[in-house]
């Protein structure tokens, strides 16, 4: 069970645009800035999003992310097939001396 | 550009010591307001994060890991080690590593490849 709650599975159709959400409490998101990392099939994650929603340079601004209160949300727009990965969400959490938690992650299926 | 490179035996027998080295090259360890952290995922299942240390040897460690994880620094062979004890099968993940940014201790870039270590007896 991880600390921040991410649906399991999304899903779009190429140039939709889909959103993932991330839900934490006052500890987590709530006090601290979201991040977002996006791993292909057999790479290691890769950041997407930093501070809640600025990107690293190299990610498209179709991809965007934002908070509000003690949740956090990824948009991808104009959805490509290269979009298909596991997308997680991170932040520090003030519990027990302070530690990182992630999501569980969302699986994105372009149909 | 800094890269990191995860190195360590890929098997473990269940109760052992699994220990590994991340290599930083590209750039100095000590160099910047940089921690350096590792984190894991088993098979089918979500990231975890493992701890964090800076270049000074200061450490935090994941509560449900404490008991068991000591993560150190060599400064002077610009690498850094995880050792995680008394293993069991649900420590078998691919072990990442991976430099944090200070003031924002979930942005984790870059990242090493990573390296897959099984539990086996």
Known sequence: QSVLTQPPSASGTPGQRVTISCSGSSSNIGSHAVNWYQRLPGTAPKLLIFRNDQRPSGVPDRISGSKSGTSASLAISGLQSEDEADYYCAAWDDSLNGHVVFGGGTKLTVL | ?121
């Open chain 2, 1 to 121: 550009q800094v890269q990191l490179q995860e190195s360590g035996p890929g098997l473990v027998k269940p109760s052992q010591t699994l220990s590994l080295t991340c290599t930083v090259s590209g750039g100095s360890i000590s160099g910047g307001s940089f921690y350096w952290t590792w984190i894991r995922q088993p098979a089918g299942k979500g990231l975890e994060w493992i701890g964090r240390i800076y270049p000074s040897g200061s450490t935090i460690y994941n509560p449900s890991l404490k008991s068991r994880v000591t993560i150190s620094v060599d400064t002077s062979k610009n690498q850094f080690y995880l050792k995680l004890s008394s293993v069991t099968a649900a420590d078998t993940a691919v072990y990442y590593c991976a430099r944090v940014h200070s003031g924002s201790y979930a942005m984790f870039e870059p990242w090493g490849p990573g390296t897959l270590v099984t539990v086996s007896s």
